[in-house]
């Protein structure tokens, strides 16, 4: 049987994590990063399958997954979350067919603005997404320490965090947050982040008025955030990690992309490190993210 390109479906999920994985790990060992991905169970994926399927795509070949490719869409947001081709099969043009058909499913979607974030030392990927329309924006730093170190001296929670629930207030608030910092609600996103059991949202309040939000995983990871303004983020991120310095996680991160001067200058302060160099990619005029810290590559 030839190699085949076609739309991935749920029980292809499992396989092409375990694919993601190896591929991440081939190419962060062969830049010298060591180990970067861990297997998890394709809870995102799965939901991006059932709200949009025309999305996510499989190269096959006698029954065996060779790439896979999963983009979501929000509004006028199109963001590819995983494009991934098994080590032994890359640079025969897999990666490129897979990319054009969630391409398609940009285009399908009206989708305005395309953005993805993709590995600062891959240089295969960035070329092959500037061929498609999509160049370099600003880097991403993922960044960790202990909780014991980043607890010292940590400022007093500058914002009130009150924890999300799924009102039709709170969405209203989440949506325009969004808005602001991202240009795009993203109120399924949240309500997906609301029944994950192993992650807590809250809004963060300066006064009476929600300002931004935060989110933060049990195993202390902070992320997405959002602001409604640039000058307020600092005191989202202070109060995030406070949060999670009061949680027991042994270590605790987050992404930080190159445009949040303050964001990166405390978690200089609180002793965290630069682990993993990342890269935003987008369309022409889109992607400051001076008011935003995504979650990981395939959440945004
Ligand atoms: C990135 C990846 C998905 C691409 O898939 P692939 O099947 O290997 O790529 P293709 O063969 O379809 O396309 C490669 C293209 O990249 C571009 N490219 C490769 N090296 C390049 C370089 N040094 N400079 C600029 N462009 C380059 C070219 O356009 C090339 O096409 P060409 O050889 O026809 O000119 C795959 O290599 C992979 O899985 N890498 C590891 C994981 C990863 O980084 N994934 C992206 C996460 S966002």
Request: aromatic fraction near 10%; hydrophobic fraction near 45%.
């Amino acid at each position: 049987m030839s190699l085949v390109y076609r739309p991935a479906r749920a029980d292809d999920l499992a396989a092409t994590d375990v694919l993601v994985v190896a591929s991440i790990n081939d190419l962060t060992v062969r830049h010298g990063f060591g180990r970067m991905a861990a297997a998890s169970p394709p809870n995102f994926q799965l939901f991006s399958l059932q709200d949009d399927p025309d999305g996510l795509w499989v190269a096959e070949e006698n029954g065996e997954i060779l790439g896979f490719a999963w983009s979501w869409v929000c509004g006028d947001v199109w963001f590819l979350a995983q494009l991934f081709v098994d080590p032994a099969r890359q640079g025969q043009g897999i990666g490129n067919e897979l990319l054009e058909r969630t391409m398609e499913h940009a285009r399908k979607s009206g989708a305005i603005h395309k953005a993805l974030i993709t590995f600062t030392f891959n240089r295969v990927s960035q070329g092959l997404y500037m061929r498609h329309g999509l160049f370099p924006k600003t880097p991403i730093y993922f960044f960790n320490a202990t909780r014991e170190r980043v607890k010292q001296t940590l400022p007093e929670p500058p914002l009130r965090a009150i924890a999300i629930d799924s009102s039709a207030a709170t969405m209203n608030n989440l949506a325009e947050i969004d808005l602001r910092a991202i240009g795009a609600s993203r109120e399924k996103h949240h309500r997906y982040l609301l029944s994950d059991p192993a992650t807590t949202g809250v809004l963060l309040y300066a006064g009476d008025g929600p300002v931004g939000y935060g989110y933060i995983s049990s195993n202390g990871h902070i992320g997405p955030l959002a602001v409604m303004r640039t000058d307020v983020l600092r005191d989202a991120f202070a109060t995030m990690l406070t949060l999670a310095a009061d949680g027991s996680a042994e270590t605790i991160s987050a992404f930080l992309p190159g445009t949040c001067d303050s964001a990166l200058s405390l978690a200089i302060r609180q002793g965290m490190r630069i682990t993993f160099p990342m890269l935003l990619m987008a369309s022409p005029g889109y992607g400051d993210w001076m008011q935003y810290l995504p979650r990981n590559p395939g959440f945004m």
